[in-house]
């Protein structure tokens, strides 16, 4: 997801995504500390819904694109052989469910076309929403309307994604470090690249602040990527070789903005553009909280990356869940679709009022 390179403290980019792929599966990077605040508002339970179960409508159209449900399979891994099957088996998923997907950061393959591989998808997801991604501190660093546009022809999808991830630059080995002018850069991009462009954050959220100058810039959408979650800085803590450097990363794993804050932010912030919610959303009733708080999309990532490893059933199966989950919530809220789950009743735990 970050920063490269050949040459560098932090070795190729492929050995850096393998070795991420590995450490997510196999240590304890949640972040330490910090919540992502769904905990702090429950759904006025409806006792008579009066509305069918099975006829509840979760389907929802985002960027000009039908989805059968409100979720995304946020962008995880690329760039390395392992990643090929992984994201194969996410996309497929994906197809299966009607539901939109992002790919990792493509840097690897921009560099090395034989990587290309490890990220193409369409031909067992034709009809998905999917989203490009490259690193947004790389427009800073030689990346423009080329590289950009090489990411999304290079897997035929309809939206770039373009990731924040100082925080996880600044505690990784080689990362990078000079970000002023990013901004800019970004609002260049937008103007120039005949897709959608969105900016997402990896783990540490987006503020209302931030989000309106993105919005100024001509950002198409906007994911929160809230605290909460998996914390790339402890993920770059257990790689990171330095012993002093990976304590101040341990340091970090209660950094950022709590995904539901982030969210109701950014809504508030940029009402007229979708706000995609990720960041530690582990189950459908959270997925419906930050639906009725104003995601237009609800993303997951670490809780699909072990299934991906095995097949397309396992991640499609955890969706599923979510899904189903997200159905009962809607139901019990009295909403038949999710128009009118944004609606619903919900409370603040600590006061009981009702969100506006």
Known sequence: MAADDRGRPGGT?????????????????????????????FFEHAALPETDLDAVDLSTTVLGRRLAA??????????????RAINRHLAEAAQRLGIAMGLGSQRAAIERADL??????????????LFANIGAVQLTLGYGLDEARRAVDMIGADALFL??????????????????????????????LPVPVAVKEVGNGISGALARRLD????????????????????EAHRQPDPRVRRIAHAFAGWGIPTALALIETVAAVPDRPVFASGGIRTGIDAAKAIRLGAALVGTAAPVLAG??????????????????????AFCAGAGDLA??????????DDWSVVA
């Not at 990362?175 to 800019?184: I, K, N, P």
């Open 163 to 192: 990731h924040l991830n100082p925080l996880q630059e600044a505690v990784q080995a080689g990362g990078d470090r000079a970000w002023s002018g990013v901004l800019a850069r970004i609002e260049t991009l937008c103007r120039a």
């Open 340 to 349: 009118q789950l944004r609606r619903a009743p919900l409370r603040r735990v």
């Open 216 to 235: 100024e810039a001509g950002v198409a959408a906007i994911d929160v990527a809230g605290a909460g979650g998996t914390s790339w800085s402890e993920v």
């Open 70 to 83: 409100p979720f995304l399979i946020s962008s995880m891994t690329g760039g390395t052989e392992p990643a």
């Open 116 to 129: 290309a591989a490890t990220y193409r998808v369409r031909d067992v997801a034709p009809d998905i929403l």
């Open 308 to 329: 991906a490893t095995a097949t397309a059933d396992a991640v499609a199966a955890r969706v599923q869940d979510l899904i189903d989950a997200l159905r009962i919530a």
């Open 13 to 41: 980019t492929e050995a850096r995504k393998r070795a991420h792929i590995e450490t997510v599966l196999n240590e304890d990077v949640a972040a330490k500390g910090v919540t992502t605040g769904f905990e702090r508002f």
